[in-house]
């Protein structure tokens, strides 16, 4: 029961549509930039598929149609039918940054897909180390000590790797260390509901 | 917070508590308990099962000297205000368990997120580091920091600034905390050694913990 879902999926995009797609982003990758509202309560973060570029909306297509298939796989009655609401935008990672173990609030999926960054994992397991890996944190911090090896699951970011998860689940990214720079874009999607999405009022 | 209405109760339950601490140890009794740190755990590696399924283990508090017997009276009574804080109904009259590891961080030494599962809390003292407490944030570059996680997923997007919480430790510093919390360390920044202990403690409940059996 209550199996966590997560999709992954290498070479997402061809490499064509994957140079396509940064050649695109990367001329205006700074208007995305955003820190948290602790820092910055004025900053806004424009939604990259409202940019009517080609290869923009055959990324949001292809994006959409995974996050239907995550529908089916967590057992949405009649997904087909859900309207999803998504907002992504693309982020820049330099040699030494990371991200600390955060969830997305108030959504319902999260999602991550890599165009570019430097490989620098061995793939060999570690305990002391920081190896650029994308970490999905256990969401039952109760389970047997015996366990342990499952309380983590690791990832290793390459490029056209597509990766969307249910947003309750804390990850963190380990510092990076590849030489140039990790570019990816984040995509959040939120499900409305059939009964009561549509009948909210500002108070 | 002040609630106007008498009405009004605000109720504030399932708090997570952490002890934080400056340690009144003497500088001798500090470094007495860093050289038994290192004598005792130089044959023992400290890493996962899934690294190395056949790693024996340890416990300093089985050490016969004076300075890790007022070093296992101080966590006995750091677990008992724990407890106190925590809400046990008579907390004394539990058995409490523990068992403490000597571990060494060298530059750019981290340690990954976890819990501590199958026990109730978990404490650490930091004997000696060089203490690294850089300006600015550390959103997005590390800062050799303690970190904690919230351990509720499901909250107001508005309260993400709480989602972590962060703690710069320094020598002679202890923090305890209930073992399902999940936390983690930054990679360390300092250049000389961080000597540091782990203490892992379970509570022995007297109604069932006297009768299990291996079977």
């Known amino acids: 029961m209550w199996p966590v879902n997560l999709l992954i999926e290498e070479d997402f995009l061809t490499d064509e549509d994957n140079k396509e797609l940064l050649k695109t982003i990367l001329p205006e990758i700074d208007k995305f930039n955003g820190v948290p509202e602790i820092f ?47 907002n992504a935008f693309p982020r820049r990672f ?52 015996g366990l342990n090896h499952n309380m983590l699951i690791q990832l290793i970011p390459k490029p056209r790797l597509l990766i969307m998860h249910p947003s309750y689940v804390f990850h963190e990214s380990e510092m990076y260390k590849g030489n140039k720079d990790r570019i990816l874009i984040v995509i959040n999607a939120k499900v409305k509901d059939r009964q009561q999405a549509d009948s909210f009022i500002t108070i | 917070m002040n609630l106007e209405n008498p009405n009004i109760v605000l109720q504030r339950h399932w708090p997570v508590n952490i002890i934080i601490e400056d340690v009144n140890i003497t500088d001798e009794d500090n470094q007495e308990l860093i050289r038994i740190g290192i004598e005792h755990s130089k044959e023992f590696k400290h890493v996962p099962d899934i690294l190395d399924p056949n790693r024996k283990g340890y416990n300093l508090l089985d050490v016969e000297h004076p300075v890790i017997d007022k070093f296992k009276a101080y966590i006995k009574s750091r677990v008992r205000m724990m407890m106190h804080a925590e809400g046990f109904i008579d907390p004394e009259k539990y058995e409490i368990e523990a068992l403490v590891v ?104 007297p109604i069932q913990h006297p009768f299990y059996k291996k079977i």
Do not use: W
């Open chain 1, 40 to 86: 910055n309560r004025d900053i806004k973060i424009p939604n990259l598929f409202l940019e009517n570029k080609p290869i923009i909306q055959k990324f949001k297509i292809m994006v959409k149609n995974r996050l239907y298939q995550m529908l089916h796989a967590e057992g949405f009655i009649d997904p087909d039918s859900l309207e999803i609401q998504v």
């Open chain 2, 102 to 205: 000597a571990r060494q961080h060298e530059h750019g030494d981290r340690s990954k997120t976890h819990n501590h599962r199958g026990c109730d809390y978990v404490g650490v003292y930091y004997a000696d580091l060089d203490v690294v407490n850089e300006p600015g944030d550390n959103f997005k570059q590390p800062k050799g920091r303690f970190i904690f996680t919230d351990p509720i997923t499901q909250r107001s997007r508005a309260l993400n600034h709480t989602q972590n919480v962060d703690i710069v430790v320094r020598p002679k510093f202890m923090i305890m905390h209930p073992a399902y919390l999940y936390h983690f360390s930054e990679p360390y920044l300092g250049q000389k050694t961080r000597y540091f202990f782990t203490i892992v403690v379970r509570i022995a409940e």
């Open chain 1, 94 to 145: 330099t040699k030494g940054m990371r991200a600390r173990p955060h969830t997305h609030r108030g959504i319902d999926y999260t999602g991550v897909y890599y165009l570019d960054l430097e490989v620098t994992d061995k793939g060999q397991n570690s305990c002391d180390n920081d190896d650029g890996r994308l970490l999905f944190i256990d969401p039952i911090a109760q389970r047997s000590r």
